[in-house]
Nanobody, 118 residues
């Protein structure tokens, strides 16, 4: 069964840090571009960060550049999002997405809530 499971969300004070994890099962992430998205109530999901299958290229939304870092461990079949310098406006549900580099097949996780208090 194909599954992406996010973890690591929670409540943190402004300026704090969290590390999100996205563990894949039922498929191997090494052929997939991995991304993190966020979603707030009433809005569409927004791309936060993405990383190529070999980890060689990363891209970030302007709002998180210099504060968030996406990384991956293809041996552990897991992708991470290190979030530093958190701000109240980072409060959202964070989702992990896998997209096959050739075929475009996509999988989504169920999301993890991140809440940053001021």
């Amino acid at each position: 069964q194909v599954q992406l499971m996010e973890s690591g969300g929670g409540l943190v004070e402004s300026g704090g840090s969290l590390r999100l994890s996205c563990a894949a099962s039922g498929f191997t992430v090494s052929s997939y571009r991995m991304s993190w998205y966020l979603q707030t109530p009433g809005k569409e999901r927004e791309l936060v960060a993405t990383i190529t299958s070999d980890g060689g290229i990363t891209n970030y939304a302007d709002s998180v550049k210099g504060r968030f870092t996406i990384s991956r461990d293809n041996v552990k079949n897991t992708v991470y999002l290190q979030m530093n310098g958190l701000k109240p406006e980072d409060t959202a549900v964070y989702y992990c997405k896998a997209q096959h580099m050739l075929w475009g097949t996509q999988y989504w996780g169920q999301g993890t809530q991140v809440t940053v208090s001021s």
